[in-house]
């Protein structure tokens, strides 16, 4: 009976000792991929609103020197709206300074979705074309650019702020076209199919995502461009798309390149066009289906 119950200590001891390890074995890694994001909803409206502080403050570092010593009156916001607007330096300070604050927004985006360097930025928002086939983006590219040449056909857009950039210098252009493909692209995509719309799957499905990732990105040009629908609609038909390949790929890779691929073909054009005398270069106007995508390049 003794030796029994020895025979039954020397059994069960291992058992003993492999479940107590079993109990003690820390939980597996989080492993941070595009669809499962080391970021809340809250965080990510977070960059959402630093991105705007970005564009609102950086500009002013540019812009508040040269007013200064022009000797603009501040209390006349009349004459203030018209030298921001009117003055092709003024002009061109404000466009320059868009660059910085995507870089700034860049950077933001790093430190939350690496977690100060904890995770890697490429996997975490998705690196990778995602079944994305590299003939989908000239596809892609003539449906975009035949909807909104069929819509500037039929609704004309008015006046915008981008067309008066457009018009204030060819240095404006320059700069317009500069930031339009090698900062705007990945700045907007990194915040909004990248960092938002990550979390909102997350949290509310990918069809909600879907529609608050479109709404968000055309609700912030509605002020800017309320008399001109049309002008909104083709933001949200680009954002809806945008995001749409987001979805499909399941990497945020295709999405920067497919908006940088949009914006620098409008980027080439309009730079060519700056060089043509005036009398063949013909009006912005008459180039808004090309103009209206740009609208998407500033907050």
Aim: charged share 10%.
């Amino acid at each position: 009976m003794q030796n029994e119950e020895i025979n039954n200590a020397d059994y069960s001891a291992p058992l003993i000792r492999e479940l107590n390890e079993l109990s003690e074995t820390p939980p597996a890694p989080i492993v941070p991929m595009p669809d499962n994001p080391p970021w809340n909803s809250g965080t990510a409206i977070g960059v959402w609103v630093a991105s705007f502080i970005f564009i609102a403050v950086v500009p002013l570092f540019f812009i508040l020197p040269y007013a200064v010593a022009n000797n603009v009156n501040f209390a006349d916001t009349q004459a203030l709206t018209k030298f921001l607007l009117d003055d092709p330096t003024a002009v061109l300070l404000q466009v320059l300074a868009t660059i910085p604050a995507h870089v700034f927004t860049v950077l933001l985006g790093w430190l939350v979705v690496t977690r100060f360097r904890k995770f890697s930025f490429r996997k975490t928002l998705g690196w990778e074309k995602g079944g994305f086939e590299w003939w989908y983006y000239p596809l892609i590219l003539f449906g975009i650019f035949g909807i909104s040449a069929l819509v500037s056909y039929f609704f004309p857009q008015q006046d915008n702020d981008m067309l008066r950039i457009l018009r204030s210098s060819q240095a404006a252009v320059f700069a317009v076209a500069f930031l339009a493909t090698f900062t705007a692209p990945l700045a907007e995509e990194v915040v909004y199919r990248g960092i938002l719309y990550s979390a909102f799957q997350r949290t509310f499905g990918v069809a909600p995502a879907v529609v608050f990732v479109t709404l968000i990105f055309a609700a912030v040009h509605f002020y800017q461009y309320w008399g001109s629908p049309s002008t909104i609609f083709l933001i949200c038909f680009l954002s809806l798309i945008l995001t749409l390949v987001r979805v499909f790929s399941k990497n945020l890779l295709p999405c920067i390149i497919l908006h940088t691929l949009i914006n620098g073909v409008q980027s080439v054009v309009l730079v060519v066009q700056s060089f043509a005398p005036p009398e063949e270069s013909g009006a912005p106007e008459q180039t808004a289906s090309i103009i209206r995508l740009f609208n998407s390049i500033f907050y």
